[in-house]
């Protein structure tokens, strides 16, 4: 079956197929090999990219700029000091002006309520690189740095320890649920993912044979093919720190709670950035199981698939 993606936005996988999330990933890894290969093409010549941010960042900013100027396209990097996105100007405004002078759109901020707005109103493709819902573009690199470990996905299982609210869990979640892969949130009962979204993943999970698992025991580690964490403190939620170190504490990342896997095969991952000492020790995401890089230098290659594919 071809799979035509163009003119799409990406906003959160629940909007795509298995089989367009698939598409995806494989054009990721053909673009991954023709950049290992040193091949140099202008895909996106001509093509003008705005990027909005709200939020700082390291490896979405570089992703969406590297990827889209190396193929000879143009990104602008745009943030709130820059552009008048929903102060003396609202986001409606600014999508139609946006709209009518770029090729895309990405934006990185608050509210999942502003990229749907942004695609309503502009008219091109608009990309979520996060919001505090959902992280798509995080996710699809996750997993294929995941296929890069163990082959095919499907049966895979996929352990989330930590913040089960956060817009990575939420987004590993439904991308799993779409593709088989078993998931399973290791995290206190106060911060377990909201129960609509989960429910939602349940019915997906029906159809994809993926099992889903909330809990907030350790030992649901057993068998787990990868263990993910994130950040204790999310962007906006600093005031939150010292309840959310109370909470997680026991949650750390360090070996002792790897080998609960039960195989050094097992592989970390984590989206970065890590607050080393905290979320994770430092000879667990410096050691020989943490795939964290090749995951930060996969949001590049999923990026760029991501934009190849609708523009």
């Known amino acids: 079956m071809s799979v035509s993606l163009k003119g799409r936005s990406l906003l959160t996988w629940l909007d795509f197929s298995p089989e367009e999330i698939r598409h995806l990933l494989e054009l990721s890894k053909k673009v991954k090999l023709q950049s290992k290969n040193g091949e140099v093409s202008r895909r996106f010549e001509g093509k003008t990219l705005a990027m909005l941010f709200e939020k700082r960042s390291t490896r979405t900013r570089c992703a969406f700029e590297t990827a889209f100027g190396e193929e ?53 493709p608009v990309y979520n690189g996060l919001t505090d819902m959902y992280h798509p573009t995080q996710a699809l690199a996750d997993i294929m740095t ?8 499907q049966g895979k299982t996929l352990a989330f320890v930590g913040d089960g609210r956060n817009n990575v869990a939420r987004s590993l979640m439904v991308i799993c649920a779409k593709l088989g892969v078993n998931f399973t949130v290791i995290c206190p009962p106060e911060l377990n993912p909201d129960k609509d979204l989960t ?82 020790t430092q ?8 795939r964290a ?10 990026i760029k698939a991501i934009m190849l594919a609708t523009l």
């Open 72 to 124: 000879g396209g143009h990104p602008v990097f745009l943030s709130t000091s820059d552009i008048q996105l929903g102060g003396k100007e609202s986001i409606e405004d600014t999508a139609r002006i946006l709209g009518r002078m770029f090729s895309a759109i990405q934006f990185r901020g608050f509210r999942q309520e502003t990229v749907e707005i942004l695609v309503k109103y502009s008219g091109v």
């Open 146 to 153: 995941l296929e890069e470990s163990f082959g095919s996905c």
């Open 199 to 280: 429910d939602k993943c349940l019915t997906l999970a029906a159809v994809s044979a993926a099992k889903i698992v909330v809990t907030p025991d350790t030992s649901a580690l057993a068998g787990a093919n990868a263990v993910y964490t994130d950040v204790w403190t999310s962007m906006g939620e600093e005031d939150k720190k010292e309840e959310r170190m109370r909470l997680l504490s026991p949650y750390q990342v360090n070996q002792k709670l790897m080998d609960k896997t039960g195989s050094g095969a097992s592989i970390f991952l984590h989206c970065l950035p890590a607050v080393k000492g905290e979320e994770v």
């Open 283 to 290: 000879d667990v995401i410096d050691g020989p199981q943490s």
């Open 293 to 302: 890089w090749d995951q930060g230098e996969n949001r590049k290659h999923t």
